[in-house]
């Protein structure tokens, strides 16, 4: 049923693959660890309660738990009884114990010339200041405040100052435009937006503050905006509402006291497109989620603190950027590289230079930008010096093999572990993973679950699949850093999550097992589209194409892409009156595309739109998505005998070749 890459690989052509590049061993580096953890699964798995309890031990109790898991289906409850401060394990309890001079942060600016050096002392000091700052614009415990902001070291500072004072943040990503800013603010009703007059992208100002003002048009609760000068551009300002972070940060006491918050107190919530047009707003507590991200960043990465310098190459506006650059990290007292521009802003061996410049050891990202980096060429990171690195890992997608063995030849050297992750927005934190030193790793697997996570593939009936089949990738038993719910209706949390098969979770997405009996990933089998690592949904785009004056109907559907995993196609249905207004195709298309960057974000811009006079329908109505997606993907029409006019879908076929954009 499921296939590991669709067309991108033959059956053929991964064995072929594999006869050379069956089983990477670790490497001899990893010896010693993989001897002292041999029997970690079988001690995880033994007694999983147990287990999460000892990690939990890696965390700054203000009152320790005596309780692990309270659990009533879809519901579950870590350390309920324990408090802590999620901002102290980042960084004050680091500076007590002498750690104050370790560098937390590398930043490095978009355009080359431009860095920052943050140590954990000065990284302490702005915290504290921002969180002063905050409680004199009225941020209380409870409070949800929107962060807005590009890759600077004030966006971590900002998310920590919040959850000091036991508010919670909702980070927004900087790409995204006005209307979906407003209304994931609106959701989670925020007082108060942290955001940044612009960003920079390959040296060119983007901004941010002009969003924020037009969201806030339809948001009258939002009271303060906190502003970062980054830019330096001219900024439309509203008196009383606003302030310039360099005025009103700067300016407070260097010392704030911190508060202890129960387990259970909300930290953050994230947004995340479902399968309706409304995005799903993800809340995560505070106990279990920081236990399992600061876990896994620990074993997954196999940290040194003293000497790793890591990099996650992500966006803090997805929830990477939470789990693997702001709380996974900064609770093991990391040192990372944090770097606001594109893998080609400043050319196209920019990342090579950083990795070379800052001796980095660990590199985690996207399979999406590793297939950009090999369509440059490996004659580009052949010129920089790259043996400093010692761990590769991967995330936000399967990764096809050959991205997989070009990433371990060419960057890794043949030298370096490469872990494979899954994990979710919701999951919050890893959930399968080889483990260096302890896994044999497999080009495209991710191999088996993290110790002490229980996942299964099954089949429709919820039945457990053998070695060599595949099905639905499922959750069966709690772990700390699962979601709480979706903010504001527990009713759709536990449909969309709990209600497929009974008492276990449906991550959404199909999973095989090999014949050895390792896991693979084969990507989502709703309708949310997976694009360069960004979780967007059909029925989001196909409202923002439906939203413009020319459009009667729009279907939307992923497709698979060599550079992104998966790209929009979208087929859009004019209305009769304005067929000849717009009889232009190429300039209909063009305007179409801006139009959805413009209501949702540039990377939610179809790869391809297909002007159709007819969209296929069932005789009760129903457009048959399906179809579409056999004919975006190239391959055989399905069964076309509901359809009131089958003739349709190969009209549409026809039209793929001659009715197409990308960028």
Not at 62 to 80: G, Y
Request: charge should be negative; include cysteine.
């Amino acid at each position: 049923m499921y296939r590991p890459w669709g067309d991108r690989m033959t059956e053929k052509g991964l064995e072929a693959l594999f006869s050379e590049t069956r089983q990477f061993a670790p490497s001899p580096d990893f010896v010693s660890r993989a001897n002292a953890h041999a029997d970690i699964y079988g001690l995880a798995n033994a007694d999983p309660e147990g287990w999460w309890r000892q990690q939990a031990t890696r965390l700054s109790w203000a009152k320790e738990p005596t309780t692990t898991l309270e659990w009533d289906l879809p519901n579950a409850r870590w350390f309920a009884d324990g408090e802590l401060n999620a901002a102290y394990n980042c960084v004050d309890r680091h500076v007590e114990n002498g750690l104050g001079d370790r560098v937390a942060i590398h930043w490095v600016a978009d355009q080359p010339g431009e860095e920052r050096t943050i140590t954990y002392a000065d990284l302490h000091r702005m915290v504290q200041q921002a969180a002063n700052a905050l409680e004199e614009l009225g941020v209380r415990e409870g409070d949800r405040v929107a962060v807005y902001m590009p890759m600077i070291p004030e966006a971590v500072v900002a998310l920590l100052a919040v959850v000091r004072l036991g508010a919670m943040h909702s980070v927004v990503f900087g790409g995204f435009a006005a209307d979906a800013l407003a209304s994931r603010i609106q959701d989670s009703d925020c007082r108060v937006v942290i955001t940044a007059d612009g960003a920079f992208r390959r040296g060119s100002v983007s901004p941010l503050k002009p969003a924020v003002d037009q969201a806030l048009e339809s948001c009258p609760g939002v009271e303060k905006v906190l502003v970062v000068q980054r830019t330096r551009t001219p900024v439309e300002w509203v008196d009383g509402r606003d302030h310039w972070w360099h005025e009103i940060v700067e300016r407070q006491d260097p010392h704030h006291q911190w508060r202890a918050f129960n387990a259970e107190h909300p930290l953050f919530i994230m947004y995340t497109s479902g399968t309706t047009a409304k995005p799903k707003g993800i809340f995560h507590t505070t106990g279990g989620y920081l236990t399992q991200v600061a876990t896994t960043y620990h074993y997954v990465f196999d940290h040194k603190p003293e000497t790793d310098i890591c990099w996650t190459a992500a966006d803090i506006g997805w929830i990477t950027g939470h789990s693997y650059i702001v709380y996974g990290p900064l609770i093991n007292a990391a040192t990372q590289v944090m770097y606001e521009g594109l893998p080609d802003s400043g050319g196209q061996d920019r990342w090579w230079r950083i990795i070379e410049s800052h001796k980095v050891t660990v590199l985690y990202t996207a399979p999406t930008t590793i297939r950009t980096l090999m369509k440059w060429g490996h004659q580009i990171p052949a010129g920089h010096d790259l043996t400093s690195l010692r761990l590769l890992g991967t995330v936000g997608e399967p990764i096809n093999p050959e991205a997989w063995v070009w990433y371990h030849t060419y960057i890794g050297g043949e030298r370096c572990p490469i872990v494979d992750t899954w994990w979710q927005t919701e999951t919050g934190a890893i959930m399968a993973t080889p483990l260096p030193g302890v896994t044999a790793t497999k080009p495209g697997a991710a191999m088996r679950a993290f110790p002490g996570i229980s996942l299964e593939v099954v089949d429709e009936q919820g039945h457990v699949v053998g070695h060599g089949q595949g099905g639905y990738l499922v959750i069966t038993r709690p772990w700390p850093s699962m979601t709480r719910g979706i903010w504001g209706d527990p009713q759709r949390f536990f449909d969309t999550y709990w209600n497929r098969f009974e008492g276990r979770y449906f991550a959404g997405d199909g999973a095989k097992y090999d014949d050895d009996g390792d896991l693979w990933l084969l990507g989502r089998v709703d309708d949310v589209m997976n694009v360069s690592g960004h979780r967007l949904s059909t029925t989001e785009v196909e409202h923002a194409l439906v939203s413009h004056h020319a459009v009667a109907e729009a279907a939307v559907v992923g497709a698979s892409d060599e550079h992104t995993g998966q790209a929009i196609v979208a087929f859009v249905t004019l209305k009769l009156s304005a067929t000849d207004a717009e009889a232009d195709h190429a300039q209909t298309i063009a305007a179409l595309r801006q139009h959805v960057a413009t209501v949702i974000s540039p990377i939610a811009k179809p790869r391809q739109i297909i002007l159709t006079p007819e969209l296929p329908k069932t005789r009760s109505g129903k457009i048959m998505r399906r179809l579409l997606r056999d004919v975006a993907e190239n391959r055989q029409l399905g069964d076309v005998t509901t359809l009131t006019d089958p003739t349709v879908v190969n009209m549409i076929a026809g039209l793929m070749g001659t009715h197409s954009s990308d960028d």
